[in-house]
T-cell receptor, first 114, second 113 residues
C-alpha cells in the first residue's frame, strides 16, 4: 500500500511569492501522479497529471515535477495570488496499476494574503 | 459539461436509518470510485468499479454497499447508518485518452446523529 506524505502541512505567504509544495510516496512503481486543489467545502479539482514517463508538467503558473526513483514530486506555484488559497493534495495509484484508485496525502493548506 | 454529479449535497440521518448516495458521470469513463474524507485521516477509498458490472472493496468498505447501475451511474448505500459514518463522501471517475486522470464530484456532507 502506498504511503503519501505532503510537506508542509500549512503555508502562509504574501502575494507574489513563488512557492514549492512537496509530496513523497513510498512505492516508486507508479504510472502517474496527480495534483489536486480543494477549496473549503468543495470537491477536488484536478490540476496536473504527470505520467511516469514525464519529468514535468505545466499549466499556467503551475509546474509539477516527478522523480520516481526518489519517490518525490513537487508542485511549483509562480507569482502566488490570493485566489490560490486552498488545500493542495497529491495522489498516486497502486503499484503498477493503471486503474484510478488513488492514495492521497493529507494535503498542504495554502494561504496567500494580499 | 457537468462532469461528475453527486446527490444529495447534504444529509442528516438518525442512527440506524438507511440512504443511498447517487453519482453520475457524463465523460464516458469506465472506472468509478467512492471516497470518504475525514479530518486527520485524509481521503480513503470505500469501493470502486473498474468497469460496468464489476465492483471491488477499497480500504474502508465495512458498512457500505455499492451498485454500478450502468456505465454512467455508481451508487453508495448505507444500510444502517452509524455516527462513525459521519463524513464527506466523494464520487470520482477516471478515463479519457490515457484512462488515468481522476475527476471528482462536489461531495455529500453526511451527518449521522
Amino acid at each position: 500500500k502506498q504511503e503519501v506524505t505532503q510537506i508542509p502541512a500549512a503555508l502562509s505567504v504574501p502575494e507574489g511569492e513563488n512557492l514549492v509544495l512537496n509530496c513523497s510516496f513510498t512505492d516508486s512503481a507508479i504510472y502517474n501522479l496527480q495534483w489536486f486543489r480543494q477549496d473549503p467545502g468543495k470537491g477536488l479539482t484536478s490540476l496536473l497529471l504527470i505520467q511516469s514517463s514525464q519529468r514535468e508538467q505545466t499549466s499556467g503558473r503551475l509546474n509539477a515535477s516527478l522523480d520516481k526513483s526518489s519517490g518525490r514530486s513537487t508542485l511549483y506555484i509562480a507569482a502566488s495570488q490570493p485566489g490560490d488559497s486552498a488545500t493542495y493534495l497529491c495522489a498516486v495509484p497502486d503499484r503498477g496499476s493503471t486503474l484510478g484508485r488513488l492514495y492521497f496525502g493529507r494535503g498542504t493548506q495554502l494561504t496567500v494574503w494580499p | 459539461n457537468a462532469g461528475v454529479t453527486q446527490t444529495p449535497k447534504f444529509q442528516v440521518l438518525k442512527t440506524g436509518q438507511s440512504m443511498t448516495l447517487q453519482c453520475a458521470q457524463d465523460m464516458n469513463h469506465n472506472s468509478m470510485y467512492w471516497y470518504r474524507q475525514d479530518p486527520g485521516m485524509g481521503l480513503r477509498l470505500i469501493y470502486y468499479s473498474a468497469s460496468e458490472g464489476t465492483t471491488d472493496k477499497g480500504e474502508v468498505p465495512n458498512g457500505y454497499n455499492v451498485s454500478r447501475l450502468n456505465k454512467r451511474e455508481f451508487s453508495l448505500r448505507l444500510e444502517s447508518a452509524a455516527p462513525s459514518q459521519t463524513s464527506v463522501y466523494f464520487c470520482a471517475s477516471s478515463g479519457g485518452l490515457t484512462g488515468l486522470e481522476a475527476f471528482f464530484g462536489q461531495g455529500t456532507r453526511l451527518t449521522v446523529v
